[in-house]
């Protein structure tokens, strides 16, 4: 199918940044959220953001024309007459199986649907549906405008022209995609979970301070960030989830360490807080 409109739901985090990206990349898009607040909120976001591309010479549109072309609403239902409705809502599970059953029961037959869920299993998703072919993962990193990979999560039931257009909707939103069959923590979270629990694994025995296990991932192996820094950034809790969902389902190299349970439970919990690994109340 070729792709023409978008439909969004949740306007939060990262649903902001996907309707952003549907705008800047020419589709007719659609926001809903079950907050009015939040949508005026992702509109300002919105606007701006297309505002600091244009004058970054990234996107040659009108800001206020793009923004007035885009449909905010607290309506789910209108998210239906969509080519392809991505969800942003938050991570739990009896949440999304419950957004897509409503949805499924008013969008078009061959309306494509995507989770950008990062760590719930498609399938499970899926399954509150009756669109397994038409059904992925859409797995977007924040911040949206800055980040060029888009994930793309496939069950046993996709097809392959829900793949292909997904690809196409990618590229033209000026993302990157790969392919990833499902499986938890997809390609991306799985990765970055097990190198942040071996770093939390070296400073339990003492191999260098967090300072240095990061200043040598940086500068040694060119990642942009250090393993503690992007912890933080992450928040201490939610990769905790991450890493107890992993070690039940993938084995014990990626059960947590006691000192990452010990900073989660003594709430340093990251970036957010003002201190995790680091103290950034201090800077
Ligand atoms: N934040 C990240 O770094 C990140 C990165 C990749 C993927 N994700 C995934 O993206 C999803 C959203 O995360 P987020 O960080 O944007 O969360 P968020 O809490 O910032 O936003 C979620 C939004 O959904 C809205 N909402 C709640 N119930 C709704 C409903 N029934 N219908 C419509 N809207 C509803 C909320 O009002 C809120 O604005 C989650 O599945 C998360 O795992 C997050």
Same mark, same amino acid.
């Given at each position: 199918m070729d792709v023409q409109s978008i439909a969004v739901v949740g306007a939060g985090t990262m649903g902001r940044g996907?309707?952003?990206? !549907?705008?800047?990349?020419?589709? +007719?898009?659609?926001?809903?959220?079950?907050?009015?607040e939040i949508l005026a909120q992702a509109q300002t976001y919105i606007r701006e953001s297309l505002q600091?591309?244009?004058? +970054?010479?990234?996107?040659?549109?009108?800001?206020?024309?793009?923004?007035?072309?885009?449909?905010?609403?607290? +309506?789910?239902?209108?998210?239906?007459?969509?080519?392809?409705?991505?969800?942003?809502?938050?991570?739990?599970?009896?949440?999304?199986?419950?957004?897509?059953?409503?949805?499924? +029961?008013?969008?078009?037959?061959?309306?494509?649907? !995507?989770?950008?869920?990062?760590?719930?299993?498609?399938?499970?998703?899926s399954a509150a549906t009756m669109r397994g072919p038409r059904f992925l993962g859409m797995h977007f990193f924040n911040p949206v405008p800055k980040m060029k990979l888009v994930e793309l999560v496939y069950t046993a039931e996709t097809a392959e022209e829900t793949l292909a257009a997904a690809e196409a909707v990618a590229r033209k939103m000026g993302k990157q995609t790969v392919r990833v069959k499902e499986s938890p923590g997809f390609a991306t979270s799985r990765i970055n979970a097990l190198i942040g629990n071996e770093a939390f694994r070296m400073l339990e025995e003492g191999i260098a301070t967090a300072e240095?296990?990061?200043? !040598?991932?940086?500068?040694?192996?060119?990642?942009?960030?250090?393993?503690?820094?992007?912890?933080?950034?992450?928040?201490?809790d939610v990769r905790l989830g991450v890493l107890e969902y992993l070690h039940r389902t993938l084995g014990e190299r990626f059960k947590p360490t006691r000192t990452h349970i010990e900073h989660v439970q003594a709430g340093r919990l990251g970036r957010k807080v003002g201190r995790g690994i680091y103290d950034y109340k201090k800077k």
């Open positions: 996907i309707a952003y990206a !549907a705008v800047a990349g020419g589709f +007719r898009t659609l926001l809903t959220d079950v907050s009015e600091g591309a244009k004058q +970054r010479g990234k996107w040659d549109g009108d800001p206020d024309q793009a923004v007035a072309a885009l449909t905010l609403t607290p +309506r789910l239902e209108e998210a239906a007459a969509a080519d392809l409705v991505i969800e942003a809502v938050p991570e739990d599970i009896r949440l999304k199986v419950e957004t897509f059953g409503k949805l499924d +029961r008013v969008a078009r037959p061959d309306c494509i649907f !995507a989770s950008n869920t990062s760590s719930l299993s498609i399938s499970e998703i240095d296990i990061d200043k !040598a991932v940086k500068l040694g192996l060119n990642h942009p960030m250090g393993p503690f820094e992007m912890a933080d950034l992450v928040g201490l």
